[in-house]
């Protein structure tokens, strides 16, 4: 593994793991009414352009982080939506 790889990976780690906070919150709760339904979708929707650019650029870290976020955001994003 490069340095850059490292860089990468460590950085997609930090970002990936702060949402899971938020995604652990709603699970727990079941309530969403306080987040904003635009910046969800936007988010999510940003997050799976990333996971495409990571796929089309063979790059790990884009990759692996944006998967995993996406997940989450999605997870989110359904509630959200279930909500109304």
Do not use: C
């Not at 906070?21 to 910046?39: E, G, I, K």
């Amino acid at each position: 593994m490069t340095q850059n790889d490292f860089l990468g990976y460590s950085a997609a780690s930090l970002t990936t793991i702060a949402f899971v906070p938020q995604a652990w919150r709603v699970y727990r709760t079941r309530r969403t009414q306080d987040l904003s339904l635009p910046m969800l979708t936007l988010f999510t929707v940003g997050v799976a352009l990333w996971l495409s650019f990571g796929v089309r650029e063979h790059n790990g870290p884009i990759i692996f982080s944006n998967s995993m976020t996406l997940l989450l955001s999605a997870y989110i994003l359904t509630m959200k939506l279930r909500q109304g």
